[in-house]
Nanobody, 123 residues
Framework: EVQLVESGGGLVQAGGSLRLSCAASGFTFDDYAIGWFRQAPGKEREEVSCISPSHGSTYYADSVKGRFTISSDNAKNTVYLQMNSLKPEDTAVYYC????????????????WGQGTQVTVSS
């Protein structure tokens, strides 16, 4: 059974940093992409980053490029999202998701989702 468990969310002041973790079980990273999405109240869920752990390729949304870094520890089946220079507009529930493929840029491409972790950035 595929499971994704996010952790690392919390409350931080603008300009601060957080590191989110996505611990995966029930599959190996070969041939899969892991994505980070976020959803703010009243807004659609948007993809902020994606990684293909077996290929090392990554994707970032323009809104987070240069501030967020996605990485993976394949031995631990864990993907991280390092978030620096956080802004109030980064406030959202952050989800990780997994799908078959290299880099997946659409929500519908993902098959499994975690439960989410809240990130709140105060001004």
């Amino acid at each position: 059974e595929v499971q994704l468990v996010e952790s690392g969310g919390g409350l931080v002041q603008a300009g601060g940093s957080l590191r989110l973790s996505c611990a995966a079980s029930g599959f190996t990273f070969d041939d899969y992409a892991i994505g980070w999405f976020r959803q703010a109240p009243g807004k659609e869920r948007e993809e902020v980053s994606c990684i293909s752990p077996s290929h090392g390729s990554t994707y970032y949304a323009d809104s987070v490029k240069g501030r967020f870094t996605i990485s993976s520890d394949n031995a631990k089946n864990t993907v991280y999202l390092q978030m620096n220079s956080l802004k109030p507009e980064d406030t959202a529930v952050y989800y990780c998701a997994v799908g078959l493929g290299q880099l997946l840029l659409h929500r519908d491409d993902y098959d499994y989702w975690g439960q989410g972790t809240q990130v709140t950035v105060s001004s």
